[in-house]
């Protein structure tokens, strides 16, 4: 299985056309939401401001994974192609950790090593 690291360096830093966004910071609750104007990705009382669902939905997984920026492709065609992949992705890996934490009774420690895992997957 390919790694979260290993698919954003194969099929996103590859891309000619990238754009740097800085996403804020992770608290747990993490909700995407269509407003007047676009789309918000929230984290707690924090949000940034999205293009379009799919940049929402990109940017919440790598939001998820702990990361603080993160590249997207200019070309929404290739982000919208790509989204379904790296979803299903990061489904697999979420299921994995999840399961392997069940047996961590204390919630903060289970959210520190899922944190310390995340950042060894996107390495």
């Known amino acids: 299985m390919k790694t979260l690291g290993e ?14 966004k800085e996403l804020p910071d992770y608290n747990g609750e993490v909700k995407i939401e269509k407003g007047l104007f676009g789309w918000k990705l929230h984290s707690g009382k924090n949000y ?5 669902e799919e940049e929402a939905r990109y940017l919440k997984i790598f939001l998820e994974a702990g990361l603080t920026e993160v590249k997207i492709p200019k070309d929404k065609k290739y982000l919208k192609k790509i989204l379904p992949e790296i979803e299903k992705l990061k ?30 997957i996107i390495k």
């Open 7 to 20: 698919f954003y360096r194969e099929k996103i830093l590859s891309q000619k056309n990238l754009i740097t």
């Open 48 to 52: 940034i401001e999205c293009e379009s």
């Open 91 to 120: 489904e697999k890996i979420d299921e994995i950790i999840n399961s392997s934490l069940e047996s961590i009774m204390d919630k903060k420690i289970q959210e520190k090593v899922k944190s310390l895992v995340w950042s060894e």
